[in-house]
């Protein structure tokens, strides 16, 4: 079974750091671009990250440039997210997602792990 | 930045009805675009990519159209397992935005 697994959320001050991890299984990690899409609870899906494959092209969000940074070991089939500077606003369930096809479409989701940031 | 305006932003129907859920870009995507089903508590599933294609094991039921800058995801018969919320997403360019959703809740 093809199979992502986020983990990492938990509970952070604001200014703080966190660093959210996710493992694909079941598939040629090493193959596919992947994703990070965050949800405030209750609200909308916003893309954050993308990495391809060999990590060669990178790409943000604005509401995240500068403050976070998204990487991959492929040889441990795993994608990362380094969150600095945390602030309320990125309070939000973390998704980490498999991309593919000509069109870059979500065809894999992992099951969210949240981030509460919080004094 | 690419802004998608998804519409309606709710939508009451009654099983057996046919729904249409429409995203408007502000920009030419070239068939960039996917629609996706979020039920409560879950991770979005995919329903259609490139714009009309219908993702492998979802009900051909549901289909996607596409009219210059307007992208239509319709159900034909809503069922009961269809109740959720339905979002939109442009590939085309980064930052690969999302439509607002839309939450189609029994009547």
């Known amino acids: 079974e093809e199979k992502l697994v986020d983990s990492g959320g938990g509970l952070v001050r604001p200014g703080g750091s966190l660093r959210l991890s996710c493992v694909g299984s079941?598939?040629?990690?090493?193959?596919?671009?992947m994703n990070w899409v965050r949800q405030v609870p209750g609200k909308g899906l916003e893309w954050i990250s993308y990495?391809?494959?060999?990590?060669?092209?990178?790409y943000y969000a604005d509401s995240v440039k500068g403050r976070f940074t998204i990487s991959r070991d492929n040889a441990k089939d795993s994608l990362y997210l380094q969150m600095n500077n945390l602030s309320a606003e990125d309070t939000a369930v973390y998704y980490c997602a498999r991309v593919t096809g000509w069109t870059n479409w979500i065809d894999l989701w992992g099951q969210g792990t949240l981030v509460t940031v919080s004094s | 930045d690419i802004q998608m305006t998804q519409s309606p932003s709710s939508l009451s129907a009654l099983v057996g009805d046919r729904v249409t859920i429409t995203c408007r870009a502000s920009?030419?995507?070239?068939?960039?675009l996917n629609w996706y089903q979020q039920k409560a508590g879950q991770a979005p599933k995919l329903l259609i990519y490139?714009?009309?294609r219908l993702q492998s094991g979802v009900p051909s039921r549901f289909s996607g159209s596409e009219y210059g800058t307007d992208f239509t995801l319709t159900i034909s018969s809503l069922q009961a397992e269809d109740f959720a919320t339905y979002y939109c997403q442009q590939t085309y360019s980064t930052p690969h935005t999302f439509g607002q959703g839309t939450k189609l809740e029994n009547k």
């Open positions: 490139a714009a009309t």
């Open positions: 920009q030419s995507l070239t068939s960039y």
């Open positions: 990495i391809s494959s060999g990590s060669r092209n990178i």
């Open positions: 079941g598939f040629t990690f090493s193959s596919y671009t």
